[in-house]
Nanobody, 123 residues
Framework: QVQLVESGGGLVQAGGSLRLSCAAS????????MGWFRQAPGKEREFVAA????????NYVDSVKGRFTISRDNAKNTVYLQMNSLKPEHTAVYYC????????????????WGQGTQVTVSS
């Protein structure tokens, strides 16, 4: 079992930045591929970014490439999502997730999930 707790969400103006954090506890954090998903009002949850256990490989949905950066600190059992140049369409609940391989995380299957943190971007 892995327990995930997100933080760092909030209200920000368009063009601003936020850094989300996800603290993990339970089984060995460094064994897991970590990811971020988001769910906007009235929409399905979608994949945003993932990072392998070593931090050497990261995947992003095309719409956030060059704007969002995922990173991890295995010593702190924490994964981050740095979000820059935010737009109102980035408003969503952002979820942290953990899985055993990159394919599972990108596909959103068989994952451990956090409770989510709200990000609201005002225009």
């Amino acid at each position: 079992q892995v327990q995930l707790v997100e933080s760092g969400g909030g209200l920000v103006q368009a063009g601003g930045s936020l850094r989300l954090s996800c603290a993990a506890s339970g089984r060995t954090f460094s064994s897991y591929v970590m990811g971020w998903f988001r769910q906007a009002p009235g929409k399905e949850r979608e994949f945003v970014a993932a990072i392998t256990w070593s931090g050497n490989t990261a995947n992003y949905v095309d719409s956030v490439k060059g704007r969002f950066t995922i990173s991890r600190d295995n010593a702190k059992n924490t994964v981050y999502l740095q979000m820059n140049s935010l737009k109102p369409e980035h408003t969503a609940v952002y979820y942290c997730a953990a899985g055993l391989n990159l394919g599972a995380v990108v596909g959103g299957s068989n994952l451990y999930w956090g409770q989510g943190t709200q990000v609201t971007v005002s225009s």
